[in-house]
């Protein structure tokens, strides 16, 4: 064989097209189902409903797609800095000679993977406000109707209706879904939003109240509540919602954005209806009050008029001053008449003589003559008082400007939008100032109780004279209280007499072992 080979002219010719179609079949041959593990980088979601994202590790990066159809039955969808396990075909793309995996099936790697998109979405939500205090509703005390949002078929439902019997029996709707799953998520949004689109009082009545509920599980078996849809749904809800998913320890997205969460499905059949005996042992002693404060106050009103009543003279003696005044002046009254009408007669007279003819003539005559001459002076007196006005007023209409005053206006509007605006940023950012500041004054607070040390395993010993710093002094007590973080106990003999109880006080530094 020659050192240097001469090229085989006769080898056969492919066209771009064959090593394309070579190429795919090999590598889908030879990668017909694989399954792979890395980090999600670049996510897109085209207008076409395709996923476009890329798995990676520390040196290699792999295109890979999922297709509208394969989209919509994923159980996670990928997001950029998730660790996932993604399931498919590898296969390739003539037109830009590259190879993909057309992924059918996406999960997180692990509790860790799924924990940190948790915290990831949830910290997205809270910043949004969608957790914030001021959006929670107040739960009516006694809803006519409530619709709970469950599985048809579990316990869950059963629990809520046997409480609600047996408390306060209410008209239940319930919306059955899929409480884990695919489809999960998007059946207990639509039936969130179908709760809250119907008519009030219409032939399927819109709730008061609805319970979304699910009974304990994983965090995976839980995840539906989880998602992004259902935390929106129930944030926008207008009828108040409780959250029982899960048991006491579950913590779901949805709790935070409801406005109470229960515990447990049983939990929230209480917190929705009161105790029908107690209301009607409360009323019947809200009966009894108020017949026995009538009563009282009719005997106290009855005993008052009665003591009043004392106090009053007889009516007998009330008219006697009157009547005797009433006989005195009659007896004058005569006499009065008599020299009443004797001083008018006289004062007549002297009034009559001096009425004249003459006398009366005169006066009219001058009067008239006055009032003449004053009806000459009152035409131009009137003419020269209006044209003095009329002048004045034409001056004042020359010094009025209306393009001035509408100026003037204008800068005066906004220079009170301006400080409208402001004040309100500068009462914004004084609340915000506050809350930061509680918040970091509780975590204080929480970092320095005693509780928290004791939850590292450390302990508090007490005796009858207070808390036990030395072996010493444990030696000499008679009995000793050891308390833990979850509870106490007694250990030695107590004292016959025993000390009162006093208040639960920090331990010292010399009492945590």
Known sequence: MDLFEEPNDNAHEFSVSEISGAVKKAIEGEFGHVRVRGEVGRVVLARTGHLYFDLKDDRNVLASVSWKGQVARLAHRPEEGMEVIATGRLTTFGPQSKYQLNVEDVRPAGAGALMAMLEKRKAAL????????????????????????????????????????????????????????????????????????????????????????????????????????????????????????????????????????????????????????????????????????????????????????????????????????????????????????????????????HLRPSVLTRLLTDSQRNLNAWDVRLAPALARVAERRREALDARVARLRPQALAQQLARTEEKYDGLTVRLSDVATRAQQARMDRLQSLDRLRETLSYRATLERGYAVVRSEGGVITTAKKAGKAGALEIEFADGRFEVGQAATKPAPKKKDTPPTQGSLF
């Not at 992004?228 to 949805?254: F, K, M, Y």
């Not at 409801?258 to 929705?272: G, H, I, N, Y």
Request: charged share 25%.
């Open 126 to 353: 809270a910043a949004e406000g969608l957790f914030a205090a001021e959006r929670k509703q107040q739960i009516p005390y006694l809803p006519e109707i409530i619709g709970v949002v469950t599985s048809p078929t579990g316990a869950v439902i059963r629990d809520i209706l046997h409480r609600l019997r047996d408390r306060f029996p209410r008209k239940v709707l319930v919306w059955p879904v899929a409480v884990q799953g695919q489809g999960c998520a998007q059946q207990v949004a639509n039936a969130i939003e179908g709760f809250n689109n119907l008519t009030p009082g219409g032939a399927l009545p819109r709730p008061d109240l609805i319970i979304v509920a699910r009974g304990g599980g994983s965090i995976e078996d839980l995840w539906g509540f989880n998602e992004e849809i259902v935390v929106r749904a129930a944030a926008a809800s207008q009828i108040p919602l409780i959250s029982a998913v899960g048991h006491e320890t579950d913590t779901t997205l949805i709790d935070f954005a409801s406005d109470v969460r229960a515990p447990t499905p049983t939990a929230a059949a209480e917190l929705a209806v009161p105790v029908r005996l107690e209301l009607l042992n409360w009323l019947d002693n809200q009966n009894a009050r108020l017949s026995r404060s009538l009563v009282q106050t009719i005997d106290l009103r009855r005993q008052r008029l009665r003591d009043m009543a004392r106090a009053l003279p007889q009516k007998d003696h009330l008219l006697d001053g009157p009547r005797q005044r009433l006989d005195v002046l009659s007896d004058k009254l005569e006499a009065g008449l008599k020299n009443a009408a004797a001083r008018k007669r006289l004062a007549l007279t002297e009034a009559s003589g």
